[in-house]
């Protein structure tokens, strides 16, 4: 087979490439601060910084310069060999900003592997511990934490699973806190206690001798779309979890790395995780990077009896930390978490006075630039609509084609209802939000037609 260079395999070939469908999109050519743009020219914006990873915007100088620094001295360096600055800073960088006793840092290359390190450093914590009967992990019911094997058992999504049985180990899950739905006279604060006492409930059903953790997304990804709980949650969360001796596993894959106006989400509620796992943001797409961040505490025991059986070749990757710590730079140079927390909140109000236009819009929620929008019938039911109308995804479409980006949820079932995230990068300005807009409100009207005939 012969390859012609200068002619990249663009539309006017097959692709040698798959994902997860025969679905093909445009061939991307370049991309600059929230903007993107097609080989023929068409600009997008992207309102969903990719899948929640570009939080710093596209092609930022600073980053590219410190990557090419970087390139050059050294592109790789394995971790058997040779330690190397770039990942001993960016070590020493997150531990400075996790909360409480959050200082030992392992490093991935995507989410997935942060969580799945994340299980097998608990697992093998308790059996350093004499607790070898903590197996099980719970987690909650919609939630993602990623698609390998082991992260796949705690994401709360039926159809992802039905494939994988029996190679995958089912885990317990909880109701997420979905209070928007609740139609009980209780108050935001009572509501948090309820959904947190399910785990307490869990705990028991399973047998608590036999619960090695439990991991939760802060506020939801793309699974709840951008479901925050009620402050009493967090709180009782942690101490369900100290009662029982279970280890607080908080994902942070999309939360991290400043997305919702704080550098980890946790943040927010005071909250010190027993471990922790980043990622997305964390080099915001300029590579793939991850992290999990744990205690000595519990990183000490495995160490010292007979070491973490876990780790992957680019655990470490000199180019990908050197991104990671030219990404926390401009971070703090420009004040990006300062304007995740102001920006975010100004969309957020934007967002919800859409509303008053469409009464398909039930709720808009979120904290910081992790945003989402639910569809549903009527506002006044908040019934979800015919999953056969797959509305969320072909909102997604009709917003794509109109040159705006928002994040592609579908719906097949196995969640409640249609939500779609708005998630622009961290510097995004009110100045730019009519890009955002205009074309949404213009997708949700077409959306609205379509549904309506
Ligand atoms: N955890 C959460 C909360 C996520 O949102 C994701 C990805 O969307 C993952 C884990 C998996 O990350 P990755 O796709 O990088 O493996």
């Avoid at 935001?188 to 619960?211: C, F, S, W």
């Avoid at 951008?226 to 596993?249: F, H, K, M, T, W």
């Avoid at 509305?391 to 084609?401: E, M």
Wanted: one cysteine or more; charged letters at 25%.
């Amino acid at each position: 087979m012969t390859h012609d260079m200068k002619n990249p395999v663009g539309h006017n070939r097959e692709s040698r490439l798959f994902y997860q469908s025969r679905s093909r999109r445009p061939l991307i050519d370049r991309a600059e601060g929230v903007y993107m743009w097609d080989v023929d020219g068409k600009r997008y914006i992207d309102a969903s910084s990719g899948a929640m990873v570009s939080n710093i915007g596209h092609s930022d100088p600073r980053v590219i310069a410190a990557m090419n620094a970087q390139l050059e001295k050294a592109s790789f360096a394995y971790r058997l060999h040779f330690e190397n600055d770039a990942a001993e800073n960016l070590a020493w960088r997150l531990a400075e900003r996790a909360p409480g006793d959050l200082e030992r840092v392992f490093f991935v290359s995507g989410g997935s592997e942060a969580v799945e390190s994340c299980i097998k450093l608990a697992r093998q914590y308790a059996l350093a511990k004499g607790e070898p009967q903590r197996t099980k992990v719970i987690s909650r019911f919609p939630s993602y934490h990623g698609s390998t094997l082991g992260a796949l058992a705690l994401t709360g999504y039926t159809p992802m699973h039905a494939p994988f049985a029996p190679m995958m180990v089912d885990q317990p899950k909880i109701p997420a806190p979905t209070c928007y739905l609740d139609r009980d006279d209780l108050s935001d604060h009572d509501r948090g206690i309820k959904y947190a006492n399910m785990l307490e409930a869990e705990i028991i059903k399973q047998g608590p001798e036999t619960v090695l953790g439990f991991i939760m997304e802060p506020v939801g990804g793309a699974a709840t779309g951008a479901l925050v709980a009620p402050d009493s949650y967090y709180g009782r969360i942690r101490e369900i979890c100290d009662q029982y001796g279970i280890l607080l596993i908080y994902d942070e894959v999309m939360t991290g790395a400043g997305r919702t106006g704080k550098y980890f989400a946790c943040e927010h509620w005071g909250i010190t995780p027993d471990i922790l796992a980043v990622s997305k943001g964390l080099a915001a797409g300029y590579a793939p990077l991850g992290a999990m961040i744990a205690p000595d505490r519990i990183v000490g025991p495995v160490l010292d009896h007979g070491g973490f059986i876990h780790g992957y070749t680019y655990a470490g990757n000199p180019l990908a930390c050197a991104a990671g710590n030219a990404v926390l730079n401009v971070i703090d140079e420009d004040g990006l978490l300062e304007n995740a927390a102001t920006s975010g909140a100004a969309l957020k109000a934007e967002l919800s006075r859409l509303s008053d236009e469409f009464d398909m819009i039930g709720d808009v929620r979120g904290k910081g630039l992790l945003l989402a929008v639910e569809l549903v019938k009527d506002r006044t039911s908040m019934e979800p609509i015919d999953p056969k109308h797959m509305a969320a995804a072909h909102l997604v479409d009709i917003a794509y084609d109109k040159g705006l980006i928002i994040y592609w949820r579908r719906t097949r079932g196995g969640y409640r209802g249609d939500h779609v995230m708005v998630c622009p990068p961290m510097t995004i300005k009110p100045e730019q939000f009519d890009d955002i807009l205009v074309p949404l409100r213009a997708a949700l009207a077409e959306l609205k037609d379509e549904l309506q005939t």
